[in-house]
């Protein structure tokens, strides 16, 4: 049993060297909104919320390199960040929550905030 356990990560190592050339990171697309409709839309549903939680409106930062594939958008609420990364046609591809890791506060809104993408 202590064999199996010792082979497990190089047998782990060797599926992803076997399988890295066979996989393909794609560009893939969380929403088929802009970032001003796409926080309006999780403003509604956060309104459900106990209790209720509100997202600033997005504040447009822009590319960060000119060869950057997204346009950066920012918002949030008290302790939390929220980025949101749109793609050439101006829909949201990924998010990012922020918080201080010190703040109890800020642990609670990014809480509240995390599961409403997805919602």
Same mark, same amino acid.
């Given at each position: 049993?202590?064999?199996? &356990?010792?082979?497990?990560?190089?047998?782990? +190592?060797?599926?992803?060297?076997?399988?890295?050339?066979?996989? =393909? +990171?794609?560009?893939?697309?969380?929403?088929?909104?802009?970032?001003?409709?796409?926080?309006?839309?999780?403003?509604?549903?956060?309104?459900?919320?106990?209790?209720?939680?509100? $997202?600033?409106?997005?504040? &447009?930062?822009?590319?960060?390199?000119?060869?950057?594939?997204?346009?950066?958008?920012?918002?949030?609420?008290?302790?939390?960040?929220?980025?949101?990364?749109?793609?050439? +046609?101006?829909?949201? =591809?990924?998010?990012? $929550?922020?918080?201080? /890791?010190?703040?109890?506060?800020?642990? !609670? !809104? +990014?809480? =509240?905030?995390?599961? /409403?993408?997805?919602?």
């Amino acid at each position: 049993m202590r064999k199996i &356990h010792m082979m497990t990560p190089f047998l782990l +190592a060797l599926c992803m060297f076997i399988m890295m050339p066979l996989a =393909s +990171a794609k560009m893939v697309q969380v929403s088929d909104l802009g970032a001003y409709r796409f926080v309006e839309r999780m403003n509604f549903f956060a309104k459900s919320l106990n209790p209720p939680v509100s $997202i600033d409106e997005p504040l &447009h930062v822009g590319m960060m390199r000119p060869d950057s594939p997204y346009d950066i958008y920012i918002t949030g609420q008290k302790y939390v960040v929220l980025s949101l990364f749109c793609n050439q +046609a101006g829909y949201v =591809s990924k998010i990012t $929550i922020q918080t201080p /890791l010190n703040t109890k506060e800020g642990w !609670n !809104n +990014a809480t =509240s905030v995390e599961p /409403l993408p997805y919602i």
